[in-house]
T-cell receptor, first 114, second 114 residues
């Protein structure tokens, strides 16, 4: 089955701790995205990557970091600099090409602060 | 700035009643338009999309949407709502550009009365 997996489903962070959220896709998509979702805020773009070894900041990148060493994987690290990390995090991927601008989403990771 | 507006934060309809969720976008040219649905604690599932052609688009789960250029709108409709349709619905717009980034509305939460 092709799809996007995110792990863990729930993640707890202590004060001052960095945590990493996993996102893996086997859809052979070139582009991958990370969004943060807060109640009533919709989805806000954190980082995105169009190809391996390249990524760009989105609208709310401060306090987050990413890597794209493999096409299939786009992990997100929530650093201690992110002072309000409690949110639902969604990963998405998209094929590239004309009329292929549809993003497909993973099941999400909920991050909670202890 | 480019934006997507979903004017209704929360809508309640009776089971079996018809449904219309509103979405307006700001842009001169015709963007690509999407509707996604999200059940609590889950990722986003694509309901339907419009790129060009017939302005009435059919999607999954009996949903349809109509693109109206003159009103910059892409409203989602369903003739008869089922209790399982209770969820949050997001309109999204792709305005073009190599990044392929979507802009999301803030969502409309749908409750269904028995």
């Amino acid at each position: 089955d092709g799809g996007i997996t995110q792990s863990p489903k729930y993640l707890f962070r202590k004060e001052g701790q960095n945590v990493t959220l996993s996102c893996e896709q086997n859809l052979n998509h070139d582009a991958m995205y990370w969004y943060r979702q807060d109640p009533g805020q919709g989805l806000r773009l954190i980082y995105y990557s169009q190809i391996v070894n390249d990524f760009q900041k989105g609208d709310i990148a401060e306090g987050y970091s990413v890597s794209r060493e493999k096409k299939e994987s786009f992990p997100l690290t929530v650093t201690s600099a992110q002072k309000n990390p409690t949110a639902f995090y969604l990963c998405a991927s998209r094929p590239t090409g004309v009329n292929l601008e549809t993003q497909y989403f993973g099941p999400g990771t909920r991050l909670l602060v202890l | 700035a480019q934006s997507v507006t979903q004017p209704d934060i929360h809508i309640t309809v009776s089971e079996g009643a018809s449904l219309e969720l509103r979405c307006n976008y700001s842009y001169g040219a015709t963007p690509y338009l999407f509707w996604y649905v999200q059940s609590p604690g889950q990722g986003l599932q694509l309901l339907l999309k419009y790129f060009s052609g017939d302005t009435l688009v059919q999607g999954i789960k009996g949903f349809e949407a109509e693109f109206k250029r003159s009103q910059s709108s892409f409203n989602l409709r369903k003739p008869s709502v089922h209790w399982s349709d209770a969820a949050e619905y997001f309109c999204a717009v792709f305005y073009g550009g190599s990044q392929g980034n979507l802009i999301f509305g803030k969502g409309t939460k749908l409750s269904v009365k028995p």
